[in-house]
């Protein structure tokens, strides 16, 4: 199983940056996926989520209406439209999955078993 993250890079505050994920080795479109991000000297946190069951999303308070998480079945793809980007965002961003999807734990690191390495993305002021 691989995840591989893409689409990170520097961009000015109030910039745009479009995250993508590709994943293989799983049945892309039974698996939920999540975006998560880790700033320097902080923990992980959750941004946003995918389930494959209902087709709903999730969104971290910080990101809700500024970030869009979707994804093609047919690229076994997830993305990340990230707009209004501020330096709070720096972050590495992480996908992750997991074959077992429950509405209450998808903001948490322990319920996705696959992680993506990450990509940078740096937000100047």
């Known amino acids: 199983v691989q995840l591989q993250a893409s689409g990170g890079g520097l961009v000015q505050d109030g910039g745009s940056l479009r995250l993508a994920c590709a994943v293989s080795?799983?049945?892309?479109?039974?698996?939920?996926m999540a975006w998560f991000r880790q700033a320097p000297g902080k923990e992980r946190e959750f941004v946003a989520a995918?389930?494959?069951?209902?087709?709903?999303?999730r969104y971290d308070d910080s990101v809700a209406g500024r970030f869009t998480i979707s994804r093609d079945n047919s690229k076994s793809t997830m993305y990340l439209q990230m707009n209004n980007l501020g330096p709070e965002d720096t972050a590495v961003y992480l996908c992750a999955a997991t074959a077992l999807c429950i509405s209450s734990t998808v903001y948490r690191t322990s319920a996705y078993n696959y992680w993506g390495q990450g990509t940078l993305v740096t937000v100047s002021s």
């Open positions: 995918f389930k494959y069951s209902d087709r709903t999303t």
């Open positions: 080795g799983l049945t892309f479109s039974r698996i939920c």
